[in-house]
């Protein structure tokens, strides 16, 4: 029997976890909590096997962040992370964790069972892309890595130079980065673009620091 | 040829005139050498054409004289016109030339007039005094900022410099700053930043006052602050947003795993349609039960499980699973997730701790508020720390997290392990 802990804020997703957990004769519930920051406890005190991490969870703990910590202490852990944000850094920050498997709740093909069984029996099972999400005249797919990390940056509401220290580039590449923007998506302003990345669940500022290399 | 000494009256005057007029600014010339310091042989030159000049005037004004008998004086009145006016006009010539001489040592020359007629047509104010306070020079823009600024003449530039770090000034002026570098907005609307430095020069000390116009400056200064607070009110206005947008997010996947249950529930009332329209079906009633009761638990415990903050319930619930009695004293700040977010870290990092090194059965969590901030306090009734406590990545990322965020952590090895936890208010 496989001991499974959930990580989850949210009572109704939190609750299909558990049925699925539950109709499993493979699968055991140990614990099922709300916030990411409190999991590394329970895998002192309880006889974890398997995790099911989201990544936003309650007080804003990062589920990633746990999964780091947890991975890096207790490397026989299996974590899955789960999650409905297409936030376009969340998978290689996942694989830079060491995290075993990610699954996008509202599109990933198979069950969430049939996962966690590939998991367990030793398969790390990514999704090929992050979800394309539609972003004003265009999609997520004609971004590139560094226009979503200006992108990202930009949701702060700095500068350009701000942006440029932060990211190791000049004010005018910053510039030049976010006009190109502009220009596929349509939108009049750069607020607007950095709200409507923000509302899209493309980039999110908050949580997205990459991992210590 | 006609002589000179043979001229009518009016003409040996006007002749005369000319070479007074030579003579004089020759005069001059040579005292503007000797004020501008020019070369000795300038000098000397001007000297020897000045004394030839006269010498040839006192010759033509004693030939005038009838009674007169000289032999030279007779022969330079008696030679031709044309002799007396080519002479007179090398003479003019000459002059002209030294005057050159003198523009030019005067355009290249600096002198303490040249200083001060730089200095009047500065705009910047400036007035250079010693340690009594006494102008050495005062340019024309800084005597009129004096008298603007205290309604007299700059007579004591240390008294008008204190007044100036005081603030001490004219009515329909205002003083924006004050102290070292005083900024000062005149009434005429121009405005002003004084300096007062020290210069070395020579053995004694001299200070400087300057007084630069920054109108334009710190008129852009203003627009650029009203800019950056209009920037920061929206990059505040944009945080909250994004916190509003994780809601919205999470709403999303709510509404997402109702969908699911609903469809679920769709499915399993024509299961149940099927099954009681037919009674030869396959479909065993105890599948069909728990299929119900399934769905069923799930929209009860959507009614009785609300989404609530349950937060020191499951730091009671871990503590306990880790075998530590846990006690909570004061309560967690409200609708503040980053601080909440603080508290339960420190409290897992001292959870953690209190296990593996303390071995204590028993951790306190104290959080109280003292004026605006939230300052929480960690105990345990272990083992003291046996040497400082050096900072491991548990901590260490507390702290990252807590400075982050605009706190304080302390941690106190001795006489007990102590962690401390100074966390401000949100400012928006």
């Excluded at chain 1, 909590?33 to 703990?61: G, H, P, R, V």
């Excluded at chain 2, 001489?101 to 010693?130: H, N, W």
């Excluded at chain 2, 024309?140 to 008008?160: D, I, P, V």
Aim: glycine share 6%.
């Amino acid at each position: 029997m496989v001991n499974v802990m959930v990580v989850e804020d949210q009572v109704m997703p939190r609750q299909l976890f558990e049925a699925f957990i539950n109709a499993s004769q493979d699968y055991c519930l140990v614990r099922s909590i709300k916030n990411a920051d409190m999991a590394e406890l329970y895998c002192e005190s309880d006889e974890i096997d398997l995790i099911l991490m989201d990544i936003c969870t309650a007080m804003n703990a990062s589920g990633l962040e746990a999964a780091e910590v947890i991975k890096r202490k207790f490397p026989q852990i299996k974590i899955i992370i789960v999650t409905s944000l297409p936030e376009v850094s969340y998978l290689k920050r996942a694989r830079g964790a060491g995290v075993d498997s990610f699954w996008y709740k509202e599109i990933s093909p198979e069950p969430i069972l049939e996962l966690m069984d590939r998991t367990m029996a030793g398969e790390s099972v990514y999704p090929d892309n992050t979800p394309v999400v539609p972003f004003g005249l265009t999609d997520s797919s004609r971004f590139t890595e560094r226009e979503f990390e200006v992108l990202r940056e930009l949701t702060s509401g700095d500068t350009n130079a701000a942006i440029g220290d932060r990211l190791g580039m000049s004010k005018h590449t910053v510039r030049d980065y976010i006009q190109t923007m502009l220009e596929k998506t349509g939108f009049r302003s750069r607020t607007e673009l950095a709200v409507k990345a923000r509302e899209s669940g493309l980039v999110i500022l908050d949580k997205t620091k990459e991992p210590k290399k | 040829m006609t002589a000179f000494s043979s001229l009518p009256d009016f003409c040996q005057t006007a002749v005369l005139t000319v070479y007074i007029l030579i003579a004089l600014a020759e005069l001059w010339g040579i005292l503007n050498f000797v004020i501008y310091k020019s070369k000795s042989r300038d000098v000397f030159l001007g000297i020897v054409l000045f004394l030839f000049t006269a010498f040839h005037l006192a010759v033509l004004t004693i030939a005038l004289d009838e009674t007169s008998s000289n032999a030279v004086i007779e022969t330079i009145a008696d030679a031709p016109m044309a002799f007396t006016a080519i002479l007179m006009l090398l003479q003019i010539a000459a002059t002209a030339a030294l005057f050159y001489r003198m523009y030019r040592r005067y355009q290249t020359s600096v002198t303490e007039m040249s200083i001060k007629d730089g200095a009047d047509k500065l705009p910047t104010g400036l007035c250079c005094f010693d340690s009594d306070g006494r102008p050495r020079l005062t340019n024309y823009c800084m005597q009129n900022l004096c008298r603007s600024l205290t309604g007299e003449y700059l007579l004591n530039a240390k008294e008008f410099w204190q007044r100036l770090e005081n603030g001490e000034i004219s009515p329909g002026n205002t003083a924006v700053q004050t102290g070292q570098e005083p900024i000062i907005i005149l009434e005429s609307g121009e405005v002003r930043r004084f300096v007062c430095r020290e210069i070395i020069a020579g053995k004694k000390p001299i200070y400087e006052i300057s007084a630069a116009d920054i109108t334009e400056q710190y008129a852009l200064s203003r627009h650029l602050m009203a800019y950056n607070e209009e920037l920061e009110e929206m990059k505040k206005r944009l945080l909250r947003y994004s916190e509003n947008v994780t809601d919205i997010t999470r709403e999303k996947e709510v509404l997402a795993a109702k969908i699911r249950i609903h469809n679920r529930l769709g499915k399993i009332l024509l299961i149940s349609k099927r099954y009681l329209l037919d009674e030869e079906s396959e479909i065993f009633s105890d599948e069909l039960s728990q299929m119900w009761k399934s769905n069923i638990s799930f929209l009860h415990g959507e009614a009785e499980q609300p989404d609530r903050d349950d937060t020191a319930e499951e730091l009671n619930d871990a503590a306990k699973a880790m075998g530590i009695s846990l006690s909570v004293r004061g309560s967690f700040p409200e609708n503040d997730n980053t601080a909440t977010s603080l508290i339960l870290i420190g409290a897992r990092e001292c959870l953690t701790n209190a296990v593996h090194h303390a071995k204590a059965e028993r951790l306190d969590i104290r959080i109280d508020r003292q004026n605006g901030k939230t300052i929480v306090e960690y105990t345990n009734d272990g083992i003291p720390p046996e040497k400082d406590i050096v900072e491991g990545g548990g901590l260490s990322s507390l702290r990252k997290k807590a400075e982050d965020s605009g706190a304080r952590m302390t941690v106190v090895s001795k006489p007990q392990f102590v962690l401390r936890l100074k966390i401000p208010d949100r400012g928006d």
